[in-house]
């Protein structure tokens, strides 16, 4: 396996692993288009996970606010392939999404989790981002009222 920058060929793979993560990763119902969600993530960093030509999964940032006091606060995404779970593809990619976030000199990144998904939590502690809150009844998936588990990770080497 290797991690390299998400290009946009890359984007029916991606797609596809969004799509199959709806149900668990996040209040999205239907996957963005390239369009859309090019536009809502930051240029760097943009990884995907292969093997061979076969992507695995992937991670990005998007801004939490476009305000300059804000600039180096971002939000992590990182979806795996169902038939890729539990072989270490996602703590590689959000290894090396914290290794290229602190190049880009941004200081914080946030995550929020849904409530029951207890292999994101434990993945994102191990590299190391923490629990700060839970943010109760934050938004409805599918008529049903959901839970956020907010982790955030700082810089060790932006200040």
Same mark, same amino acid.
């Given at each position: ?11 029916? &793979?991606?797609? +596809?692993?969004?799509?199959? @993560? ?31 030509? *076969?992507?695995? @999964?992937?991670? &990005?940032? &998007? ?12 939000? #992590?995404? %990182? ?21 290229? +976030?602190?190049? *880009?000199? %941004?200081?914080?990144?946030?995550? $929020? %989790?849904? &409530? @029951? #998904?207890?292999?994101?939590? *434990? ?9 700060? $809150? ?14 956020? %588990? ?5 810089? *060790?080497?932006?200040?």
């Amino acid at each position: 396996m290797r991690i390299e920058a998400l290009v946009p060929d890359d984007w029916p &793979a991606v797609a +596809a692993i969004y799509e199959d @993560g709806l149900d668990i990763g996040t209040f999205e119902e239907f996957v963005p288009t390239w369009r859309e969600w090019d536009a809502a993530h930051l240029v760097w960093p943009r990884l995907v996970a292969r093997d061979d030509d *076969a992507v695995l @999964g992937w991670a &990005a940032l &998007a801004p939490v606010s476009q305000r300059e006091c804000y600039r180096g606060v971002a939000e #992590n995404s %990182i979806y795996v392939a169902r038939e890729a779970r539990g072989r270490g593809v996602g703590r590689a990619l959000l290894e090396e999404l914290c290794r290229e +976030a602190d190049g *880009a000199r %941004i200081w914080t990144l946030q995550a $929020g %989790i849904l &409530a @029951g #998904n207890d292999a994101s939590v *434990a993945l994102h502690e191990r590299c190391g981002f923490r629990v700060v $809150g839970v943010r109760e009844r934050l938004a409805r998936k599918r008529g049903e009222w959901r839970d956020v %588990i907010l982790m955030e990770r700082r810089s *060790a080497l932006v200040s």
